[in-house]
DNA sequence: CTGAAAGCGCTTACAG
DNA sequence: CTGAAAGCGCTTACAG
């Protein structure tokens, strides 16, 4: 194929030319080509602007999934100079550290970047608020009378809320019906004496586990007991030595329902350590279902990919001026080898 | 000041330009006007490029530092193009959600972003080597034979493992000397049974630091005994159970060297558990001195930063094809609360 | 040793 | 509703 008004000398090109057409990956010049419209009409399409054609646009779409075409983001970002910042502001108190915040960070970084968008992480004033302010903000956890919510509102900056709050943009995974699945599976096995290990009841996620154990218990007639609700410090250590004290101080119960993987871990090494088998003597569930974490644990698998996408979703509508939205993602039962029947 | 040339309308500009010259970042543009020079002579210096007059190198690298010039990493990405990727492996056993290496891989992303490089993980096979290769590659860790350094080099694949190995391109925290200095602390306070709770040794750091811990003691005439070496399996719970078992079999000690905060944080429980004051009865040191853990410990602290930034400094070296070198990076001995003088 | 200029892949006024 | 063209900030043959 010749091009005319081709003035690249053939040194230009690189010696190991191995297929001459597909040339590395397709830029959105021969999206063009193949739709047979300008590089503009493509990237009106791309970014979802108005005013082209309806068939026009199927055109392009269609040509970009023949190319699997997917827009460059470097280039992107050149060119859109006033690149959006977004900003990341976590609830006091969150530790940075943990599994779970650290696989819900790498991949809303993963799915922000695909757009373009930088992520920066916003520390908190000593009153609360965000030390400054970028276009958009993902917040982390929310507490109850949470000032920056208000603050953010004020200043119209599109937001989304990990966890939920009326009236703003938000996000969560289906706590409630977690701590619901998990309560209904150790009942299902003829459990009726379960503990709760959970954490300090500031948080939200950990609130909703348990009132769907609750609910889900007094709905099979079993009374929830105060004694039943452990503090695990949401860490291995601390639902290791919740369960040893309250089986030292004699508590007896057949299954435990952990608020989380690595508190169940814990209170599998204390239960271990005090002469239990697990499942045999009791039955402990999870909640997470994190990597690298109890392999074998029976647990409530949360889908974080599907977390971050969804709340990266809900921002660009913000960014376009959309209505305030908000979505609960399906968690899931995953058993596996640590609940039996009640013996 | 008036340019000639200049064609843009004043319709492009945006309606708030606080000030004229210093609109937003320096560009590579202001830095060749500052110097004197043409952009491409002000890349060859950001480059490293050989062939610049070491006087108009100097020029030029004043004018960036009166600028406070950074390259836009995204112009720079989508002018090079064939962008240098780097590729993570991660010696089998390692966990990839511990605290440490979370930072670690946070400060290495950013610190290649910085040179537009692009890190991507690369997976192990199941005979331990790289499931696929890239144009450079971080090692973390590496076992006794490790397969891929041999890989690596017979393929010519500039590398740098973070750890040590000879002949290699290499860094790592100096912990040897950590092990010495944690001691040495110990020691001046009077201590002489001196617990080391440690993880299974198959970890290079970790032998360092036990390394370094047994030689201190024998320079001071104390003979390290096997008992004292307890598997804390690197995590609090770990530390926590080795102690406490420790303890429960009549184990005396007056010290404890955790060669990871995580598992000094688990002993200092396990010591509260069973009734000991820290540091009163048993003086506590750390290792790592990481963010969010054990806030007031005595512990030997590591720059993680300075590792990230000194293994891609190692990395450029290797892809521009400069002989092996290897570097250490200091520790430093943080003392706090959790240790006393032996009473 | 250095400068002028083309090009990387995208976006966006502007003109039609 | 759509195209032609300039521009984002950098790199790199090419020419001198």
Not at 15 to 38: C, F, K, W, Y
Not at 100 to 123: A, H, K, S
């Amino acid at each position: 194929m010749i091009v005319s008004g081709y003035k690249m000398s053939d040194k230009k090109r690189p010696m190991i030319n191995h297929q001459l057409e597909p040339t590395g990956r397709p830029t959105i010049q021969d999206v063009a080509s193949e739709a047979g419209v300008s590089t503009g009409t493509v990237s009106r399409v791309i970014n979802n602007r108005a005013g082209v054609k309806a068939i026009t646009r199927q055109q392009v779409l269609l040509a970009m999934q023949r190319l699997n075409y997917r827009p460059d983001s470097a280039a992107r970002e050149l060119s859109l100079r006033q690149m959006t910042r977004v900003g990341l502001s976590i609830a006091a108190g969150n530790r940075r550290l943990i599994p779970y915040f650290v696989l819900f960070l790498e991949y809303l970084i993963n799915e922000l970047q695909t757009d373009g968008y930088r992520l920066e992480e916003i520390p908190s004033r000593s009153d609360g608020l965000p030390e400054w302010l970028t276009d958009a903000v993902v917040l982390f956890g929310a507490h109850d009378d949470d000032l920056r919510l208000s603050y953010l509102q004020q200043r119209s900056i599109p937001f989304v809320l990990v966890g939920h709050h009326p009236g703003v943009r938000w996000v969560m995974p289906d706590d409630y019906n977690g701590g619901r699945q998990a309560t209904e599976h150790l009942l299902r096995l003829g459990h009726r004496e379960i503990v709760h290990l959970s954490g300090y009841m500031n948080n939200q996620s950990f609130q909703d586990r348990y009132q769907g154990h609750c609910d889900t218990l007094q709905a099979a007639g079993v009374q929830p007991r105060r004694d039943y609700l452990l503090d695990g410090d949401f860490t291995s250590l601390g639902g290791y030595r919740a369960v040893r004290k309250a089986l030292e101080q004699g508590l007896r119960f057949s299954a435990i329902f952990a608020a989380s993987d690595e508190m169940a871990v814990g209170a599998i090494a204390a239960l271990g350590d005090m002469g239990l088998r697990v499942p045999m003597d009791v039955s402990v569930v999870g909640f997470d279902d994190l990597p690298e974490i109890g392999e074998s644990l029976t647990t409530i698998r949360q889908d974080i990919a599907k977390i971050a996408a969804t709340a990266v979703k809900l921002l660009k509508q913000g960014l376009l001026g959309q209505p305030v939205q908000h979505e609960v993602v399906p968690v899931q039962l995953i058993v596996r080898g640590t609940t039996a029947r009640r013996r």
